[in-house]
């Protein structure tokens, strides 16, 4: 135990915690000569590659002078805010990465807050300091006040500072150092960080914080063993959230070498490891000493914030594109999810055909929902919606924390948009660089849509990161989107000349030769109401005009939406069809005449 060192690495998006990982495992030599070592080695999801970010926590271990330093590479992005918050009850301690220019972001106060809660001592890394522009004195300055908001005691606040470039694989004592290597910063962790505490001679206690999934071996739980030993084929009791003990037999015990595993006979308190033969383990529960089953606290999780319905595919398009598309399949998918993420609620509705799922925010959500297209899955979702409680017989609701840096010309235009959401601005700082960073505390539902109107108004330079805040009293109506749509009112296909003709009345989402159906939106409409239009109607000819005599049409170019920007972009009575190929927006109710009738009613 005193040779094992568990740290993990928390951070805002983009400030570098993956690369400051990958570095690490290279210089401490886990890697062989030979070895063809891709970068960003920890992201190893396929979203995660392309977007850049850590969704799902993962472990690596490496040996630096004779010492075990277990690192935990935790998502940066609130919305995966159960990953961290169960991930941090493993380590001793943390690194905090922090951007030389940009300095601490909302993620970064969220994470540090749980951290210090746990009383963990962190050390403060301050990367890119090869950036330009970097600023990294007013940094330290600025996460030491962060420090002291967030209530730390006197020995979080004398926390040991390593200036660093993950890029280049650098760290220093003190920014004038000449220094070419990451030893700084592992020297710095081996001194500052507890050796985990424990008893390895005591009863078995391990409390499992991560599930993974293996074909071969089935159910697999990964975790700290805080107390005892831990061996191969001994029988142990799993103590259940609700109570129940189950009596399993240990068939395989992992531990970690660099990012592989490797399999082992025992394992003692301080080490984390990941075990196999507990068929029914769950995050959350301790896997105890048979003759003297003593359980861990259970994992407190942040209550979701957000909640969104997702149901069957019924529109005229079901079942075309997509191998998964029944309710059984879509509630299979969903019991799935549940058994590795901490932080979602799935709960069935009224209808067999629509399940609701809360979550911490529209990318958690957003990610799962990716996830299941590129399985094959086939589904409908509806428009994120926030969740109300009631405090003192009053309703209340959730704010959050926005982060904007944006030129000095827009700042007017972006205080007056947040300021019609119900937002109430809290700090002002303007830079030196043209730029103005501006704090706000805005109801989640008011961010709903936000970011495509935002990215307009502030012609793509702006920059928002939010997180949340607080439950606080319900703040009125929100006003929703400003613009109706353009819905087909037929069943075919989208035909240029139609297209050019609806372009006068605003702007179109689908390209020609585009199948379209009754009720499918293909369009902005200029004005506050929704239109129906013929997208495929063909221009009439007669014998004296053939097609080829006019000009060829030309088309402005269609808005094509993401995932995240369909979400945001959808109103109360609309849904979006996903499927593996396609994303299309669509109104609840496809009839016009019937659509009518219903506001009407």
């Keep these: 135990m005193k040779k094992i060192r568990n740290i993990a690495i928390i951070a805002h998006v983009d400030h570098g915690k993956t690369t400051l990982v990958d570095a690490m495992l290279r210089q401490s030599g886990v890697f062989n000569s030979h070895e063809t070592v891709t970068d960003r080695v920890m992201d190893s999801n396929d979203l995660e590659k392309e977007r850049g970010i850590t969704i799902f926590s993962k472990n690596a271990s ?6 075990k330093i277990n690192i935990v590479d935790t998502p940066g992005h609130a919305d995966f805010g159960g990953e961290v918050q169960r991930i941090l009850k493993m380590a001793d301690s943390v690194l905090l990465l922090v951007d030389a220019f940009e300095g601490p972001m909302p993620q970064t106060k969220y994470v540090l807050k749980k ?3 746990l009383g963990l001592r962190p050390i403060v890394v301050i990367n890119k300091i090869d950036r330009p522009n970097s600023r990294p004195e007013d940094v330290v300055d600025m996460v030491f006040d962060l420090f002291v908001e967030l209530n730390a005691n006197e020995a979080q606040l004398d926390f040991p500072i390593i200036y660093a470039s ?4 650098v760290s220093k004592y003190n920014l004038e150092d000449d220094n070419d290597n990451l030893i700084p910063l592992l020297e710095t962790i081996v001194k500052h960080v507890d050796e985990p505490e424990g008893d390895e001679n005591a009863p078995l206690q391990m409390l499992v914080t991560t599930i993974e999934y293996d074909n071969y071996i089935g159910k697999m739980g990964t975790g700290k063993i805080h107390n005892g030993k831990i061996k191969l084929g001994e029988e142990v009791v799993l103590l259940k959230r609700d109570g129940e003990r189950l009596l399993y037999r240990i068939s395989k015990i992992y531990t970690y070498n660099g990012l592989k595993k490797v399999e082992i006979k025992e394992a003692s308190a301080g080490d984390i490891v990941t075990v196999a033969g507990l068929e029914m383990v769950d995050v959350g529960e301790t896997i105890a000493d048979r003759e003297n089953p003593i359980p861990l606290p259970i994992i407190d999780i942040d209550e979701p914030t957000l909640a969104m319905t997702f149901m069957v595919n019924d529109s005229p398009f079901a079942g075309k594109e997509g191998k998964w598309i029944t309710s059984r399949n879509i509630w299979d998918r969903l019991q799935k999810e549940l058994q590795t993420n901490v932080s979602l609620v799935v709960e069935k509705t009224e209808s067999a055909d629509a399940f609701i799922v809360k979550g911490r925010g529209e990318l958690q959500l957003s990610i799962l929902i990716e996830n299941m297209r590129r399985e094959g899955y086939e589904l409908q979702v509806s428009k994120p919606q926030v969740i109300f409680r009631e405090l003192d017989g009053k309703k209340t609701e959730p704010l959050e924390l926005a982060l904007i840096d944006v030129p000095d010309e827009f700042v007017g235009v972006v ?22 960073r501006l704090e706000f505390k805005v109801p989640a539902r008011g961010l709903i849509g936000f970011r495509n109107e935002f990215m307009t108004e502030t012609k793509g330079t702006g920059i928002i990161n939010h997180s949340f805040y607080e439950y606080e009293f319900y703040k009125g109506e929100i006003p929703s989107r400003t613009r109706g749509v353009l ?3 037929d069943n075919g296909v989208s035909v240029a000349y139609s297209l050019f003709n609806l372009q006068d009345r605003g702007t179109i989402f689908i390209p020609a030769v585009t199948e379209v159906y009754e009720g499918m939106i293909i369009g902005e409409h200029s ?6 239009v013929n997208a495929c109607k063909g221009k009439k000819l007669t014998n004296t005009r053939s ?35 396609s994303i299309r927006m669509r109104k609840k109710i496809l009839n016009a005449s019937l659509r009518k009738r219903s506001k009407k009613n």
Aim: glycine share 10%; no cysteine.
């Design 415 to 436: 205080i007056e948009k947040l300021g019609i959401r119900k937002g109430e601005m809290i700090n002002m700082i303007q830079g030196n660089d043209g730029y103005t």
């Design 547 to 581: 097609s080829g005599t006019d000009e060829a049409v030309k088309l402005v170019p269609p808005r094509q939406f993401t995932l995240e920007q369909g979400l945001e972009y959808i109103a109360d009575d609309e849904l979006l069809e996903v499927t593996p190929k």
């Design 487 to 489: 819905i087909s009112i």
């Design 62 to 67: 490496l040996n630096y002078d004779g010492y």
């Design 527 to 532: 004005r506050e109401n929704d239109l129906v």
């Design 166 to 169: 993950a890029k280049n694989g």
């Design 115 to 117: 951290s210090l809660e």
